[in-house]
């Protein structure tokens, strides 16, 4: 079968180097791509936005089945038109997307169904709000809602700090006039994956995941800086609980509203004293997490993926390798913030190894060179017995590639060491 893959990440060009295995696949396809997804597929400019175009060229290059990778186009209604077109594509519907899309969605989805989550408020008034902060007291989390790429959160360790945020969200700082102001959850943070098929849930593995930009989780906060499988916090009893407690009730209360879930569902827990509860959920996979969970994976993932869209995971089940898999993300100079482009990157096409993948994100090609092209820009993995192993392995090839527009943190893995 011919696939055609949505996304230009290093998520992407995880989930292109597990799909690439593949005994089912015949051509793969990717609408943008990256340099490094470009090794293992065709990589093809049509826009993904024109979802006109997508169906087009799905029908003229016989695409069998199409992946998405990104939030965007899920939002967007990407799978939505292609379905209606006839073209098996898996990620979730517009509709069930807003359980990424949307805070205010996912937490009255919470309320109504009793998945733990943090105690909240969705306002569009801002007197109201700040009403509610003096009301509750720091610490609190103030949300803007909608895709704002992690930004529009602020966890306020006081009254000024919170304050503040929602005044930030009212004057229109993340394009929305709408807040979500939630208790603050204290515990370890970990990341749940899960596949459903609208009726059945198959729980697929655990991460964590490192957001902010310094060593010992200073500054600002990021799409992640790297991240490790599986969370060693996340014990069997925490899956069984977290899976029964918070994932198979989305999903039931999804299919409820007549809008059935049917994609990877990404649930981001704290573990308090009272049990995991929900943070957020995210519509995909995970980046960089999915570097790490398709280093471990020994099923296949095609296979995997189109049951979900077929209603047959009732049938499927998944294996992992028990060893530990760990990337660091090297980013730009100034990431998160403004970064130049363009810088070069040597070294990246030696042997590192059988137990590491430098999986793609930022980068494209100039003439022979592969240079930077974003803020995160390539994710260093390595496999381990232990997590002190994966991590050793990771910096190990991080050390051999030369880049010295780049960095990198150099404490991934501590939790979990
Ligand atoms: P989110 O974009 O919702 O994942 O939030 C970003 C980060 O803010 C999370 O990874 C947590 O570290 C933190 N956070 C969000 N909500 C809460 C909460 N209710 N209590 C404590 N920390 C939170
Ligand atoms: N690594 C965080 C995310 O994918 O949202």
Redesign the pocket.
């Known amino acids: 079968m011919n696939v055609l893959l949505i996304g230009s990440g290093g998520r992407e060009h995880a989930l292109a180097f597990a799909l690439a295995k593949s005994p089912l696949l015949v051509k793969l396809y990717a609408a943008p791509g990256n340099p490094g997804i470009g090794k293992l597929a065709e990589l093809i400019s049509v826009k993904v936005a024109d979802h006109e175009a997508v169906i087009s060229f799905c029908k003229s290059h016989d695409i069998g089945f199409v992946v998405v990778g990104p939030e965007a186009p899920l939002v967007a209604g990407l799978v939505d038109d292609l379905t209606a077109a006839g073209i098996k594509a898996f990620g979730p519907s517009k509709f069930a997307a807003q359980l990424e899309g949307s805070?205010g969605f996912t937490k009255d989805i919470c309320a109504k169904f009793g998945i733990p989550t943090?105690a909240y408020g969705r306002f569009t008034d801002e007197t109201k709000a700040q009403a509610y902060l003096k009301e509750r007291g720091a610490p609190i989390?103030i949300?803007a809602d909608g895709l704002a790429a992690?930004k529009?959160?602020t966890?306020a360790m006081n009254m000024a700090e919170a304050a503040n945020a929602v005044r930030e969200i009212f004057a229109g700082r993340f394009g929305t006039g709408e807040c979500v102001i939630?208790?603050?959850?204290?515990g370890e943070?970990a990341s749940f994956f899960a596949l459903s098929d609208g009726v059945n849930v198959l729980a697929l593995a655990t991460a964590q995941d490192h957001?902010r930009v310094g060593d010992g989780d200073v500054g600002p906060?990021t799409g992640g800086m790297g991240a490790y499988s599986p969370a060693p916090c996340m014990t069997e009893a925490l899956c069984t609980e977290t899976l029964e407690k918070i994932m198979k009730p989305t999903v039931a209360a999804l299919a409820s509203m007549g809008h059935p879930y049917k994609g990877v569902l990404y649930a981001?827990l704290?573990l308090t004293q009272d049990g995991p509860k929900l943070?957020?959920y995210n519509a995909r996979f995970g980046d960089p997490e999915t570097q790490v969970l398709m280093m471990r994976l020994k099923d296949d993932l095609l296979t995997l993926l189109m049951a979900s869209v077929d209603g047959t995971l009732n049938k499927m089940s998944v294996r992992w390798r028990d060893e530990t898999a760990l990337t660091v993300v090297m980013c730009a100079k100034g990431y998160p913030g403004d970064v130049v482009k363009g810088s070069h990157i040597n070294g990246l096409a030696q042997d590192f190894g059988k137990d590491v993948e430098v999986f793609h994100a930022g980068t494209a090609l100039d003439g022979e060179f592969i240079v930077a092209n974003g803020g995160r820009v390539l994710n260093v993995t390595g496999l381990g017995n232990t997590p002190r192993d994966a991590q050793m392995k990771a910096y190990a090839a991080v050390d051999k590639i030369d880049w010295p527009e780049g960095f990198c943190r150099r404490d991934i893995g501590w939790r979990a060491i």
């Open positions: 805070k943090a989390v949300k992690g529009g959160v966890v939630e208790e603050f959850m204290e943070e957001k906060n981001g704290i943070i957020e």
